[in-house]
DNA sequence: ACTTTCCCCTGGAACGTTCCAGGGGAGATA
DNA sequence: TATCTCCCCTGGAACGTTCCAGGGGAAAGT
């Protein structure tokens, strides 16, 4: 049950705690023979460096700390590959500790981290209020992660919410859309972004915006469709504030009978799972989810190896046309 | 940027190192101005323990070790949830490493964690071959939580898939419905097991079975449909190998026209997030995930604790009857 | 034959904790 | 006054590594 030391293995292969310390760190001038002595004793022991002590003595974990704020939202299952991928590539290991889209948890978590000294931490996609995390970051490299960090001392990576709302309206006016309706997504901050990237695109095309409330879930969109539905100048297409009210927005229109895309076309957020798995698969906003974590993962890297201070990273989202979107029907226009 | 230790708090409350770490242990015999001393120069100095260097010299780590094979199905965000509940209530950190569906990534993930002296480790829903853990099971008490371990060593938590195809059909044969057929999942364990499951239902109602071949995903789920949907005696309910097959099944329909329930009932298996937000919300079969990784957690620590081997559990499913399953028109019986 | 060089190896100190044996001093007891 | 308790505190050893200074011996140079 307990694990064999550096010193087991060297009783075994007959030679000192340091030569078996030189071999499993690859050191050259070893002799062959002696080397493989080693090797041998360790592997029949089953002896696995204790990362602890190598830590102590190292003042260096390789461990990368990720907090996720929440585990239930695939997004960040793509962001923590970006991150793993980039951090795997120089030596260092992701470890996760879940948020629980709780503020306390967070704060619970990056302590956590912190004693387990990892190098650095990215914060994917916080709910903590960052100001609680601003001192941690004076002893360890913090870079926040699908969030825009509201603090000047932590770098965050974000993707553009202005434009990713703009990407979705050019590609309804191109297809020769007039009335598009945005359903928002409440008070969050990216939701503020794409309702302004929302209402700029419109002026720009010089159509009036019309936004209605809703939020970030399958019910923000029922009610926003709810409320367009019984207005009497309906649009012909719906830009929702993410791909989970698109579906709400969806679901009402099937079960008022319309027909989806032929009457109405429909926008989402997001690029989730539901969108392409959706009977009839989501037209949708799609950001650029790895890189946003290779990206995070690489500003961290840099700022354990030189210490200077990183900036701030937008990337540009992309727009991803599936079965919602058509031109919309003469009768309609 | 560097942490301070024990020795600094010590200098600056003006005490020895010992007395520090009481405080910071919580013990009592300690008089309440010195407590308070120290207490206020780990404040100053933003103290905090090195976890490496206490798991060191107690020769525990407190922490959990999960390995989670795939992050973007999130029937694995339940059964952490269950696990970080379970883990935290008794002073434990779950510490989560990403497998990436890849045995080798497993493997690499599961060594890190060993590295890291992780007290015990979960495997949750392992791709890796269980043959290759067994070894390090010697060193470490391992539990493989969603999929069942083929090894007699290793202590498993899962759901009883015969069971919860029985409660599939069970509820369609209650409806009223005859002609149910079956779109499997392919050669997976929990697919064969579903498969099973279905028969022997069918059989138990006096119904003849009928299976076509798919898969656990969207398109297996297409393929099934159209399978069925081409031969001449349509059945007037499709029970898929999980929900992304049903979502398959009722993409098809929806595009052929057919109204679902109406014409054709489908159930799911998993109660995964796109069941509800489907515009037809989906009738499924439910896991108790949060309870797997609860179990799963409380074995592993038992095992931690006193070191007997425990039994492998096996949960029960439940139904989840939602949108897309009603009594079969008359017509169509 | 003597020194130098080089290769391969070794022991000791250090990393930051915990825990144990023991010590100083105040108050109680004789 | 002398002894005993008890409370609070301290220093040292240990945990499993890494890294450094240095050592032994063979080969090479003088």
New binding site residues.
């Given amino acids: 049950m307990?694990?064999?030391?550096?010193?087991?293995?060297?009783r075994r292969a007959?030679?000192?705690?340091?030569?078996?310390?030189?071999v499993?760190?690859g050191a050259?001038?070893?002799?062959?023979?002696?080397?493989a002595r080693v090797i041998a004793a360790a592997e029949e022991l089953g002896?696995?460096?204790?990362a602890?002590?190598?830590s102590?003595?190292?003042?260096k974990s390789f461990v990368m700390g990720v907090i996720v704020s929440d585990l239930h939202n695939t997004f960040f299952a793509d962001v923590i590959d970006g991150i793993d991928n980039a951090v795997r590539s120089v030596g260092y290991r992701a470890l996760l500790v879940s948020g629980h889209l709780n503020a306390d948890r967070e704060t619970e978590a990056l302590e956590t981290l912190l004693r387990l000294r990892a190098d650095a931490v990215i914060l994917a996609g916080p709910a903590v209020d960052i100001d609680d995390v601003v001192a941690a970051a004076a002893s360890v490299p913090l870079v926040v992660a699908g969030a825009v960090s509201s603090h000047a001392a932590i770098p965050s990576v974000t993707t553009d919410d202005l434009r990713g709302a703009a990407l979705a309206v050019d590609h309804l006016v191109e297809l020769g859309h007039k009335k598009i309706s945005h359903i928002d997504g409440g008070d969050a901050l990216s939701s503020r972004l794409r309702r302004q990237g929302y209402e700029a695109a419109m002026r720009r095309h010089g159509l009036e915006p019309r936004v209605v409330s809703g939020s970030f879930t399958r019910d923000g969109g029922i009610h926003g469709a709810q409320t367009l539905l019984a207005g009497d100048d309906e649009p012909t297409a719906i830009f929702a504030a993410n791909d989970l009210a698109a579906m709400g927005v969806l679901s009402v229109l099937h079960d008022s009978g319309a027909d989806v895309p032929g009457e109405l076309s429909v926008v989402g957020y997001d690029n989730t799972a539901v969108a392409q798995s959706s009977p009839i698969p989501l037209t949708t906003i799609d950001q650029p989810r790895t890189e946003l974590g290779e990206v995070a993962a690489r500003l961290a890297l840099e700022r354990i190896n030189d210490g200077t201070d990183v900036q701030s990273v937008v990337l540009e989202p992309t727009l991803v046309i599936r079965d919602t979107t058509v031109t919309p029907t003469h009768s309609r226009q």
């Avoid at 307990?2 to 060297?10: K, N, Q, W």
């Avoid at 007959?14 to 030189?22: N, Q």
């Avoid at 050259?28 to 080397?35: F, G, Y």
């Fill in positions: 307990s694990h064999p030391t550096i010193f087991d293995v060297a007959g030679v000192s705690k340091s030569l078996v310390s030189m499993m760190r050259t001038n070893v002799s062959d023979e002696r080397r002896y696995r460096p204790n602890a002590a190598q102590l003595v190292r003042q």
